[in-house]
């Protein structure tokens, strides 16, 4: 039997399980093909919804399902925790002591954050990165009456790059709303030289950030916290007072990963193959989603457009033909909706060689991206659209 | 141990950045800085265009030393000192 090993039940997993069942049903029910899915939790969440506990209303329990009701009754899943994946014999090992064998292994395994990373972020910052600390920034601007509200970044890469600037647009709208505009100030802090890693998406935001009078803070690096005097200071040598501090927390890839010698410390990113998804010289590992090292947005959206790719050389490697180039190479395709605040969004929309040309910024793109969160669970994770 | 370029800069440390983008070959750069002890030369090599300006920029922010910036085959060698 040919067995197929993906681990994470995010957006890449449980899609690429769905499609190559899509691809392989016969096979799989004559028992030739075994899929399985090994999740921690086996608990299937909705990551963009997070920024909507604190921002929109949304309620965490909207946002998770269980994973097997997301996954076709022919894949096997496995709730364990990965302790270790010996590349050269094939196996898999769970920290139970389980070892799971494979032929084809697909590493969906994300990202997570390390808050931890930086001294007093638990305790002066808040964030959005899970249903949690998203519902606590609510009760933080709940409580806020006005002041110094900081925004920021403390370190990259990050999940959903758009998030940050997004929540900096909703919260001076709130503000405004709320009658609290004229007695709080807004810093937003960009690690780079400009407001947004791509250029033409920098371009656009730059003059919207000014004429909200958000001001933009550049080369700003998070280095310290410090709690005493509630200051957020940069490595570059600023420090910004704050009443509210919001930032965005540092990210790695999964321990394991680097402890099995796929991925180098201290990031934990699988050094990817941009067009075929290869993990390293590995002929038979494939990475997607958060877990690469590809220079990409780190978003459910970049492993929605990757799952066919992995499926396609999968079902390629099982059939024993040749890798049909024009399903089966990644041309980089993200697409994204982003928030300005106000009901109104805009798209984002590009690949390796082609820099998003985000449309003018209206109602429809903001209520776009309200209906595909509300419908993703019938549509992406099941292979839809 | 320290190696020495053909402008007799001794290098302390260098990324090799070639292959990622921008802000990839930067964000490199920060965190050789962050390990970095003070008057340590670091020489980066990247491959996309936008180091060239972006780094010499942050550089000139974050209060180190441009050393060099140099063309090589395909890839810009930039060489930095670590000054605070």
Redesign the interface.
Known sequence: MERILILGGGVGGTLTANLLVKKLRARIDRGEVGLSVVDTTGQHVYQPGFMYIAMGGERAANLQRPERSLLDKRVTLVIGEVERIDAEHQVVTLTDGRPLGYEQLVLATGSRIVPEAIEHFDTEAQHFYTAEAAARLRVALDQFNGGRIVLGIAG??YKCPPAPLEVAFLIEAEMRQRGLRDRTTIDYCS???RAF?IESVSEMVTPILAEKAIELHT?F?VEAIDPERKMVQS???EELPYDLLVLVPPHQGQQFLMDSGLAPA?GGWLPTDRATLKVGDWPNIYALGDATDL?LSKAGSTAHFEAPIVTERIVAAIEGRKVDHKHGDYLGKVMCFFEIGDGKGTLLQFDYTHPPRPPKPNQLWHLGKIVFNKTYWHTVPKGRV | MATMTDTTIAITRTVDARGSFCPGPLMELIRAIRESQVGAVIAVYSSDKGSKTDIPKWVEKAGHRLLSLEARDGYDEIVVEKRR
């Open positions: 990259m890469p690690p780079i030289g890693t080369f690096n490595l570059e040598g201290p220079p």
